[in-house]
Structures are given as C-alpha cells and as structure tokens.
C-alpha cells in the first residue's frame, strides 16, 4: 500500500488541486484519500494500474462528498463568487480561458469525462471507470460533451478563435 501511495501521491494532489477551491483543501481530501485506502487496504487491486484507478476512484469520492458539503455550507457565497468571476471575465478572453469556461460550463457527468480524458491523461474506458458508469456510456457522454464543447467555442469572441 505504502508503495502505491507514494507513486500516486503527486498525480492525486494535482487531481484534486485542479477540482478543488480554494486547493490548500486538497490537501486536506488527499489525507482522507488515503486513510480511506488504507482502511481498505485488503480490497486494493494488486497490480499498479488496477491499484492507480482503485486510489483515483477513492479521491473522487472523496472530493465529491467534499463538495457536497461545501455546498450545503457555502451556497450564497458560491453564488456570488460565481456572479464576481463572470462579471470579471468580459469578452477578452485567451483560448484556454474560453475553453476552460466552457468546459465548467458543462453538466457535472461530462464535465467530469473531459476533465479526467484531458486535464489528469485517462483513457476513455479508464474515466469510465473511475465514474463508475460503463463504457459505452462513457463514449456516449463524451461525444455529447465534445459537441457541446464545439457549439459553446463556436460563439466565442474572435480574439479566442484565432
């Protein structure tokens, strides 16, 4: 177990730095990652790559019960910093910021596939997995999020098309 945390220890925090706000909290459900894992320890997949997903899927339970709670909490402040970023955004925006706006703009179960397909370098059938759904739901999902995607960045200002 030691030897499967540590090789995984960095792409975790990268992981939930990336869906958390503020990422000082990764920390915080990285450690929950891993008392979970080691409390179910005797259930971990033996080989490294069945292991890597075991440890991934954990997180994202983890960060998912995270945020649930966060949002019970936090609702209005949410919200309003939401109203504050949207605001602040204009129209000049880069390409990757028109992307990244897009994509948070996605329903939560696609936002998810193309975050864990781009951003963390899953296979589709590996995000599939880790979201628990199978795998031809998962290509169906993503061609939906893909067409999505298309259709939002197709109305972006020009300055981010070029």
């Known amino acids: ?60 339970n983890v960060l998912l019960n995270a945020r649930r709670t966060a949002r019970r909490r936090l609702a209005a402040t949410d919200r309003l910093r939401w109203e504050l970023e949207q605001s602040q955004t204009g129209t000049d925006l880069s390409d990757a910021t028109a992307v990244r706006a897009a994509v948070g703009k996605l329903p939560a179960d696609l936002r ?8 963390e370098g899953f296979s589709l059938v590996e995000a599939a997995q880790i979201t ?28 981010s098309l070029s």
Do not use: C, Q
């Not at 995984?8 to 990285?30: C, F, G, K, Q, T």
């Not at 596939?113 to 951003?119: A, D």
């Not at 795998?135 to 300055?159: C, D, H, I, M, N």
């Open 132 to 159: 628990g759904i199978t795998a031809s739901t998962a290509r169906s999902r993503y061609a939906s999020a893909k067409g999505r995607l298309r259709t939002a960045l197709a109305f972006a200002p020009e300055e």
């Open 1 to 60: 177990m030691e030897t499967l945390i540590r090789a995984n220890a960095s792409d975790l925090l990268a992981y939930l730095e990336r869906r958390i706000d503020p990422r000082a909290d990764a920390a915080d459900v990285l450690s929950e990652t891993f008392i979970i894992a080691w409390k179910k320890a005797g259930k971990a997949p033996s080989d490294e790559i069945g292991g890597r997903m075991w440890l991934f899927t954990i997180a994202r």
């Open 112 to 119: 998810e596939l193309i975050e864990l397909v781009h951003w």
